[in-house]
């Protein structure tokens, strides 16, 4: 059976499927927004907050492009929904925790590309029960012996 879409989950998933970036982005705009109506005394409205959402879902999308781009996203957003200019100073709060927060977006995103492209795999009938299985063992260098995959092996054999 030829491959058909499994190929391109992978990489798809790294411009669209940023599940990470998006949490963060969804955590980071409404902890400055509340922080914002705190100072400021002014409230911003649930309808606000979800077209603050849909705007930083829309605007987000490609960030896996350039490092640290949700910083600019969200400095970007928060711009247009805060009064006063308080969207750098809410980025600038921000800033002390970004590089930890920056590693659990990778984390995140990159674990929801794989398990999407499992599950696109297994729905076209592409995934391979047994190989999974025998992931990192012997049997999985045995395989590969088979197949004719002596780089594979090797590589298994080297740990």
Excluded: H
């Amino acid at each position: 059976m030829p491959r058909r879409v499994v190929g391109f989950v992978m990489p798809t998933g790294y411009s669209f499927n940023l599940d990470g970036t998006t949490l963060y982005l969804a955590r980071a705009s409404v902890f400055v927004a509340r922080a914002a109506e705190a100072a400021t005394g002014q409230q911003m409205s649930f309808s606000r907050q979800l077209v603050m959402m849909l705007t930083l879902m829309v605007t987000s999308k490609g960030v896996a492009g350039a490092p640290r781009a949700a910083r600019v996203i969200l400095l970007a957003t928060l711009n247009n929904f805060l009064p006063n200019g308080l969207g750098p100073v809410g980025v600038a709060v921000i800033f002390g925790v970004d590089e930890l927060m920056d590693m659990g977006r990778t984390s995140v995103n990159v674990l929801g590309n794989c398990l999407a492209t499992v599950v696109v795999a297994r729905w076209e009938g592409e995934f391979d029960d047994k190989r999974a299985r025998v992931f990192g063992t012997p049997e999985e260098a045995r395989l590969d012996l088979r197949a004719g995959e002596i780089a594979f092996a090797d590589a298994v054999a080297k740990g």
